[in-house]
């Protein structure tokens, strides 16, 4: 007989069974989708591009910290109070307590990659789901930001941030626009608009690519990398499949997830940080509900809930369908409750077209 793992198996059914398939679907069918009712509002020009692409870089940041971690086969429900909490302790640090902002950024970082490594460590160590002990953490984080603001400073938002990252060296990688003088040429070439009144009379609209969007890349390229060409990638799908089976073989799962649960940390205070240099101020509610957000593109990008399969480029359509569509509508003049509508039904053919990969993965009925 045969050994099964030398069957061959056709060019078709190896594309059927990619977790990226329904979100590059889904992609090409939102874009078309938006292009017959939205062609004509600009949502197609450098400025509407710019709009929905630095929404979907920002979904993009966590979901590739969510996607890895999902992968594992764990949740992370703390992400969006992480998000907050890393704007305030960023603020507070630097407005209020006169550190310089590259030093509070870097111990912003600290803290909540430590908080991560917490995170993991308690899921490990107790062995209650991942679900329970960060939906604790989602509490726990949110009130000890809200209590910091106001101890602090007797409010919820801080501002100030943008006045002491002036000249700043990290403060640019976060909140910085790269590539000025390359757009400057595109508008002197006619290839852009140019503001026509103003301080900035003749500058381009869009000045350059922001380095939220840079983040977003550079993410989604090393999470890809990390799942795909690495043997610790092999790990994280070994850790998500079969937890037992993979410490049999060796496989330090247990490193593995805290690992996962520490990166999904790093990708919030990335997001946190280029959102507090980007808005100058850090508020006690910013990041309400992201970790669903994040949750809702990874499985729109193939991920299974059960953990073992996913896919970091599919995650990043997933967030690049999420910002489309809710941009897209704004640019329809649809009604914006109508977003979380499409979302929904968005996810449930994301969730019915992984259960059907599924299936034909392992040959059940």
């Known amino acids: 007989m045969t050994d099964e793992r030398l069957k061959q198996v056709s060019t078709l059914r190896r594309a059927m069974i990619r977790p990226e398939l329904g979100a590059i679907c889904g992609t090409i069918l939102v874009f078309v989708f938006f292009f017959m009712i939205a062609g004509d509002s600009g949502m ?107 101890l602090t400073t007797r409010q919820t938002i801080i501002g100030g941030v943008k006045e002491a990252a002036e000249g700043d060296p990290l403060a640019f990688l976060f909140g910085g626009v790269i590539f000025k003088d390359l757009f400057q040429w595109f508008a002197d070439l006619g290839l852009l608009d140019t503001f026509t009144r103003g301080s900035r009379a003749g ?40 937890a037992q089976a993979a410490r049999y073989v060796g496989v330090p799962v247990n490193r593995v997830k805290i690992l996962m649960f520490m990166f999904t940390a790093f990708c919030a205070t990335v997001f946190a940080t280029c959102q507090v240099m980007e808005f100058g101020s850090a508020a006690a509610d910013r990041g309400l509900l992201k970790e669903f957000e994040a949750i809702i593109c990874v499985v729109i990008g193939g991920a299974l809930l059960t953990g073992g399969y996913g896919s970091v480029i599919g995650a990043a359509l997933g967030a690049l369908i999420f910002g489309v569509v809710q941009q897209g509508l704004f640019f329809a003049g649809a009604e914006s409750s109508l977003f979380r509508v499409f979302l929904g039904g968005i996810l449930i053919l994301a969730v019915i077209m992984n259960t059907y990969i599924r299936r034909m993965i392992t040959g059940e009925r």
Request: include cysteine; charged fraction near 5%; aromatic fraction near 12%.
């Open 44 to 150: 197609f020009s450098p400025e509407g591009v710019q709009n929905w692409g630095v929404v979907s870089a920002q979904f993009a940041i966590i979901a590739v910290g969510a996607c890895l971690l999902m992968i594992a086969g764990e949740f992370d429900l703390s992400v969006g109070s992480m998000i907050g909490f890393a704007g305030v302790v960023i603020a507070i640090l630097s407005v209020h307590m006169g550190w310089p902002v590259w030093l509070s950024i870097i111990a912003a970082f600290v803290v909540c990659v430590a908080l991560g490594a917490l995170n993991g460590f308690l899921v490990i160590k107790t062995g209650l789901p991942s679900f329970i002990v960060t939906l604790a953490f989602l509490y726990i984080l949110r009130g000890l930001t809200i209590w910091l603001s106001i």
């Open 203 to 242: 500058q381009p609209v869009v000045e350059g690519l922001p380095m939220l969007v840079v983040w977003a890349l550079a993410l989604v390229i090393f999470g890809h990398w990390l799942l795909t060409k690495t043997r610790f990638g092999n790990w994280i799908f070994a850790s998500g499949g079969d």
